[in-house]
C-alpha cells in the first residue's frame, strides 16, 4: 500500500528532487540486501510466531515515526528501520508457512501462497493510491499502520503456538551439514 507512493510522498511532503529520493534509499537498501540471513536467523531464534507480533508493531511504530520525520536523514532512518521489520515478518510467516506443508507439494502450496500475496500487493498498492489521490500524502501511511494494528491481536489469535525456539547451538551454520 505504501511502498508505491514513497516517491510521490517525499516529493510531496520535502520538496525532494530524484537525486535527493535516490541518496535517501541507499542507505535503506544497502543494510536490506545484507540483512536477509541475520533477519531469518533472528527469527528463528525468537520463534517465528514472536517474530511476527514483535515485527508487526515495529512496522507501526516505525511507519509512524516515518510520518512525523521532519528531515530527509530521520526519514531515513525510520525507513530502514521500517524495511527491517516488514522483512523479518516476511521471512517468518514464509517459514511459519513452509513448516506446515509436507515436501511433495512445497511448490505448489507456495507458488499458490504467493499468488495470494502478490494479489494482496496490487490491491494495496491500488489502494494506497486512491488515498493519496483523493485525502492526500499521509492517509494511506495512517491506514496501513491502523491496518498493521488492528492485524495484531488478528495475529494473536491465528497464528500456531510454535513448540520451540532454536537455540545458537542447533542453528546450521554454512559449511556443517
Same mark, same amino acid.
Given at each position: 500500500?505504501?511502498?508505491?507512493?514513497?516517491?510521490?510522498?517525499?516529493?510531496?511532503?520535502?520538496?525532494?528532487?530524484?537525486?535527493?529520493?535516490?541518496?535517501? $534509499?541507499? @542507505?535503506?537498501?544497502?543494510? #536490506?540486501?545484507? &540483512?536477509?540471513?541475520? /533477519?531469518?536467523?533472528?527469527? *528463528?531464534? %525468537?520463534?517465528?510466531?514472536?517474530?511476527?507480533?514483535?515485527?508487526?508493531?515495529?512496522?507501526?511504530?516505525?511507519?509512524?515515526?516515518?510520518?512525523?520525520?521532519?528531515?530527509?536523514?530521520? $526519514?531515513? @532512518?525510520?525507513?530502514?528501520? #521500517?524495511?527491517? &521489520?516488514?522483512?523479518? /515478518?516476511?521471512?517468518?510467516? *514464509?517459514? %511459519?508457512?513452509?513448516?506446515?506443508?509436507?515436501?511433495?507439494?512445497?511448490?505448489?502450496?507456495?507458488?499458490?501462497?504467493?499468488?495470494?500475496?502478490?494479489?494482496?500487493?496490487?490491491?494495496?498498492?491500488? @489502494?494506497?493510491?486512491?488515498? #493519496?489521490?483523493?485525502?492526500?500524502?499521509?492517509?494511506?501511511?495512517?491506514?496501513?499502520?491502523?491496518?498493521?494494528?488492528?492485524?495484531?491481536?488478528?495475529?494473536?489469535?491465528?497464528?500456531?503456538?510454535?513448540?520451540?525456539?532454536?537455540?545458537?547451538?542447533?542453528?546450521?551454520?554454512?559449511?556443517?551439514?
Amino acid at each position: 500500500m505504501i511502498t508505491v507512493l514513497l516517491i510521490p510522498y517525499l516529493q510531496d511532503v520535502f520538496d525532494a528532487d530524484i537525486e535527493e529520493i535516490a541518496i535517501t $534509499f541507499l @542507505l535503506p537498501l544497502l543494510i #536490506f540486501s545484507f &540483512s536477509g540471513t541475520y /533477519l531469518g536467523r533472528l527469527g *528463528d531464534r %525468537m520463534g517465528h510466531r514472536r517474530a511476527v507480533i514483535v515485527s508487526a508493531v515495529l512496522s507501526v511504530v516505525t511507519i509512524v515515526a516515518v510520518l512525523l520525520s521532519s528531515k530527509l536523514s530521520m $526519514f531515513t @532512518l525510520f525507513w530502514t528501520l #521500517f524495511n527491517l &521489520s516488514s522483512s523479518m /515478518l516476511a521471512f517468518s510467516l *514464509d517459514a %511459519m508457512f513452509m513448516k506446515g506443508i509436507s515436501g511433495h507439494s512445497i511448490g505448489d502450496d507456495y507458488g499458490k501462497y504467493s499468488t495470494g500475496a502478490n494479489i494482496g500487493a496490487i490491491l494495496g498498492a491500488a @489502494l494506497g493510491g486512491f488515498l #493519496f489521490d483523493s485525502f492526500g500524502h499521509t492517509i494511506p501511511y495512517i491506514v496501513f499502520a491502523v491496518g498493521m494494528a488492528v492485524l495484531i491481536p488478528l495475529l494473536l489469535a491465528a497464528l500456531p503456538k510454535m513448540p520451540h525456539v532454536m537455540k545458537e547451538d542447533s542453528v546450521i551454520k554454512p559449511g556443517h551439514f
